[in-house]
T-cell receptor
Framework: QQPVQSPQAVILREGEDAVINCSSS?????VHWYRQKHGEAPVFLMI?????EQKGHEKISASFNEKKQQSSLYLTASQLSYSGTYFC?????????????FGAGTQVVVTP | EAQVTQNPRYLITVTGKKLTVTCSQN?????MSWYRQDPGLGLRQIYY???????DKGDVPEGYKVSRKEKRNFPLILESPSPNQTSLYFC???????????????FGPGTRLTVL
């Protein structure tokens, strides 16, 4: 079952912050985050492994809460270049190695 | 240049006419995967391969076939395409850590397929 992302879309002004959530009904081994700009292929942002680690990419960071089976992506002081659709991909503890399920995506629009 | 290539980039075909979309990577990655992307549904995994001659089903394998005879190539075959396979297809590759942990995936540019 696909993870659930929220919100579906968010509009920000430059400099504002946003949080994107990714929730699963099953126990997760890892969460993968990607960003896709219009007309382009998805681009890797970061992977979080179970253990609650946080990671960062530019001013984008993420956390992983194993108990809640969810991950959150934090866009801090957003820039115009952050516009795009963000996808989380989940790797289940009960799943097969290599099988990845992506959420439906969160569209982010950053305006001047 | 390290990259994943797909061909063709665009394809319009008719129902039932067999087609193959090629995918090739030059990074010596063990892992390769095919996804389809449809509006509102995100990326859905079709098939994946952990190494040569090792393939497995993703979430939406019906109507597709794959093979992994060489490490660099992972073609997607539609034996009898139908209109519900109209979609944007992405191939991706990734190195694997010890134990099979998936790392960063590198995506190809995509193939837009229309089945009439």
């Amino acid at each position: 079952q696909q993870p659930v992302q929220s919100p579906q879309a968010v509009i920000l002004r430059e400099g504002e912050d946003a949080v994107i959530n990714c929730s699963s009904s099953k126990a997760l081994y890892s969460v993968h985050w990607y960003r896709q700009k219009h007309g382009e292929a998805p681009v890797f942002l970061m992977i979080l492994l179970k253990g609650g680690e946080q990671k960062g990419h530019e001013k984008i960071s993420a956390s992983f809460n194993e108990k809640k089976q969810q991950s959150s992506l934090y866009l801090t002081a957003s820039q115009l270049s952050y516009s795009g659709t963000y996808f989380c991909g989940t790797d289940l503890v009960s799943g097969s190695w290599g099988k990845l399920q992506f959420g439906a995506g969160t569209q982010v629009v950053v305006t001047p | 240049e390290a990259q994943v290539t797909q061909n063709p980039r665009y394809l319009i075909t008719v129902t039932g006419k067999k087609l193959t979309v090629t995918c090739s990577q030059n990074m010596n990655h063990e892992y390769m995967s095919w996804y389809r992307q449809d509006p509102g549904l995100g990326l859905r995994q079709i098939y994946y391969s952990m190494n040569v001659e090792v393939t497995d089903k993703g979430d939406v394998p019906e109507g597709y076939k794959v093979s992994r005879k060489e490490k660099r190539n992972f073609p997607l075959i539609l034996e009898s395409p139908s209109p519900n396979q109209t979609s944007l297809y992405f191939c991706a590759s990734s190195p694997l850590e010890r134990g099979g942990l998936l790392r960063e995936q590198f995506f190809g540019p995509g193939t837009r397929l229309t089945v009439l």
